[in-house]
């Protein structure tokens, strides 16, 4: 658990430095969404390219972990899009709900957890769910939110207007430009490399903060909105990752280590990128942003037991 504890707390404390920061007034009333637009804009499209860019088929190419993963994400992703429609929820809103109950911090959690309990085999299959999580899921969860927000409803003019918008989005250009330039098998300058690490290296940090930020603002809070953020953290701790043990160990048949590596993943908090896309697309965001605080504090105790049903003693 103290591994586990150790690897949380930075999150917990950036988090807190931005909410100590707009509390005091450091900050001011905009600067949790200029934060989140330097994040969208600059910072992730560097870390989706970066990732992209340096992927190998030979390396990525698990079909069965993919599959096993891909259909636990977006089982969850669809069943709480449902649920959120059902009660009413605009489709924009419910679709920052349903990535918010889904999208496994693989990034900023993941890779230092796996290899503390996995050792170096879990940087494969974490650089594929991140993948998975921050490229597909994402692109998916924006197409919805698109649709959503667009007013023209013929067919053919509505399909127009978010392929012009998902064409404009960074989030969405940048890893498809990163496919672009590694199947160019063209070595990156160094000079390129090194800008495009410390601008990824901000994303996660960045957006940590600019949550803080949010959180610390006072707003009346929605009737039932502790809830539905317990209801999503409830799903993201324990269905997913129990719906990815069923995926991996039943219908794909992973080995048992691939099998562990997978839950892990799954059962990680939800990661910053709902938060960024509710403040991105100026959706209610105080749904998502205690969902990732909930989950965020509440994985201490599920990952941990977690690890040591597996026989990880972290």
Same mark, same amino acid.
């Given at each position: 658990?103290?591994?586990?504890?150790?690897?949380?707390?930075?999150?917990?404390?950036?988090? $807190?430095?931005?909410?100590?920061?707009?509390?005091?007034?450091?900050?001011?009333?905009?600067?949790?969404?200029?934060?989140?637009?330097?994040?969208?804009?600059?910072?992730?499209?560097?870390?989706?390219?970066?990732?992209?860019?340096?992927?190998?088929?030979?390396?990525?190419?698990?079909?069965? $972990?993919?599959?096993?993963?891909?259909?636990?994400?977006?089982?969850?992703?669809?069943?709480?899009?449902?649920?959120?429609?059902?009660?009413?929820?605009?489709?924009?809103?419910?679709?920052?709900?349903?990535?918010?109950?889904?999208?496994?911090?693989?990034?900023?959690?993941?890779?230092?957890?796996?290899?503390?309990?996995?050792?170096?085999?879990?940087?494969?299959?974490?650089?594929?769910?991140?993948?998975?999580?921050?490229?597909?899921?994402?692109?998916?969860?924006?197409?919805?939110?698109?649709?959503?927000?667009?007013? #023209?409803?013929?067919?053919?003019?509505?399909?127009?207007?978010?392929?012009?918008?998902?064409?404009?989005?960074?989030?969405?250009?940048?890893?498809?430009?990163?496919?672009?330039?590694?199947?160019?098998?063209?070595?990156?300058?160094?000079? +390129?490399?090194?800008?495009?690490?410390?601008?990824?290296?901000?994303?996660?940090?960045?957006?940590?903060?600019?949550?803080?930020?949010?959180?610390?603002?006072?707003?009346?809070?929605?009737?039932?909105?502790?809830?539905?953020?317990?209801?999503?953290?409830?799903?993201?701790?324990?269905?997913?990752?129990?719906?990815?043990?069923?995926?991996?160990?039943?219908? $794909?048949?992973?080995?048992?280590?691939? +099998?562990?590596?997978?839950?892990?993943?799954?059962?990680?908090?939800?990661?910053?990128?709902?938060?960024?896309?509710? #403040?991105?697309? #100026?959706?209610?965001?105080?749904?998502? /942003?205690?969902?990732?605080?909930?989950?965020?504090?509440? /994985?201490?105790?599920?990952?941990?037991?977690?690890?040591?049903?597996?026989?990880?003693?972290?």
């Amino acid at each position: 658990m103290l591994a586990t504890l150790e690897i949380l707390l930075p999150v917990f404390g950036l988090i $807190f430095a931005g909410f100590a920061c707009r509390r005091r007034n450091v900050l001011g009333p905009n600067s949790a969404s200029e934060l989140n637009r330097f994040v969208v804009w600059l910072a992730l499209p560097a870390l989706l390219f970066d990732i992209m860019a340096h992927a190998t088929w030979q390396q990525l190419y698990q079909p069965a $972990f993919v599959a096993t993963f891909s259909l636990a994400c977006v089982s969850v992703f669809v069943l709480i899009l449902a649920l959120r429609l059902i009660n009413g929820r605009h489709l924009a809103d419910a679709s920052v709900d349903a990535i918010a109950a889904s999208y496994p911090n693989t990034g900023y959690i993941g890779f230092p957890l796996g290899v503390i309990a996995f050792g170096p085999a879990s940087l494969t299959p974490t650089t594929i769910a991140t993948i998975l999580v921050a490229c597909v899921l994402f692109a998916f969860a924006i197409v919805l939110i698109e649709v959503g927000l667009q007013s #023209e409803r013929t067919p053919h003019k509505l399909a127009l207007k978010v392929l012009g918008s998902l064409a404009r989005n960074p989030l969405i250009v940048s890893p498809l430009v990163g496919v672009l330039f590694a199947s160019l098998h063209v070595a990156m300058p160094a000079s +390129v490399e090194t800008f495009l690490k410390l601008l990824g290296g901000a994303a996660s940090p960045c957006a940590l903060v600019s949550l803080g930020l949010f959180l610390a603002e006072k707003r009346p809070s929605e009737t039932g909105t502790r809830g539905i953020s317990w209801l999503l953290t409830g799903v993201k701790l324990l269905v997913q990752p129990a719906l990815t043990w069923w995926f991996a160990a039943r219908v $794909f048949g992973l080995p048992p280590t691939l +099998v562990e590596m997978a839950v892990v993943l799954a059962a990680l908090p939800t990661g910053t990128g709902p938060f960024m896309l509710a #403040e991105f697309y #100026e959706r209610e965001a105080h749904i998502t /942003s205690r969902t990732i605080l909930l989950s965020t504090v509440g /994985s201490i105790a599920t990952l941990s037991l977690l690890l040591l049903l597996m026989g990880h003693r972290t």
